[in-house]
């Protein structure tokens, strides 16, 4: 099958093939993994094209591959990349225990030693903590520490 375009008559698989670099080359730019899928449909389609299958189909097999490939092969891909995951040595803070050096109040910072390094806290509850509590890391919240008294 071919096309007319500016004049030039050109194969719709080429034409599937530009859109699949274009895609390939903006999922370059991005590495978010959303763009490969769409050239992988592409590809998808000019195979159809080499096929001779109608352009209806072509564009349908562009859109389902694209949508199946998003939904089934992201997550894993995702996964398998960790794209998106930033861990930091910061997270194995939390279930720590630590004490009080400046009172936590439910609106203003206090700090909290733990581990031998003193951190902005607050109190994961609207409660006050004196200086000398002992308390546990329950999440973190950019560079503070969100912690809870200890029993």
Known sequence: MVTELLGL?????????AVAILFAIAEGFTLGLTF???????????IASFI??????????????SALMLIYTRPVAIKVFKIGATKT???????KEGIVIKELQPFT???????????????ELDITIPEGTRVEVVSIDGV????KTLS
């Open 9 to 17: 008559t050109i194969p719709i698989a080429l034409i599937w093939m």
């Open 52 to 65: 001779k299958l109608p352009i209806f189909v072509q564009v349908l097999a562009f859109i389902a591959g």
């Open 109 to 123: 910072m206090g700090q909290v030693n733990v581990k031998g390094q003193i951190w902005s806290a607050k109190p």
């Open 144 to 147: 503070k520490l969100i912690v």
């Open 36 to 46: 490969i899928w769409f050239s992988g449909g592409a590809l998808l389609a000019m």
């Open 89 to 95: 040595n910061v997270d194995s803070l939390i279930g």
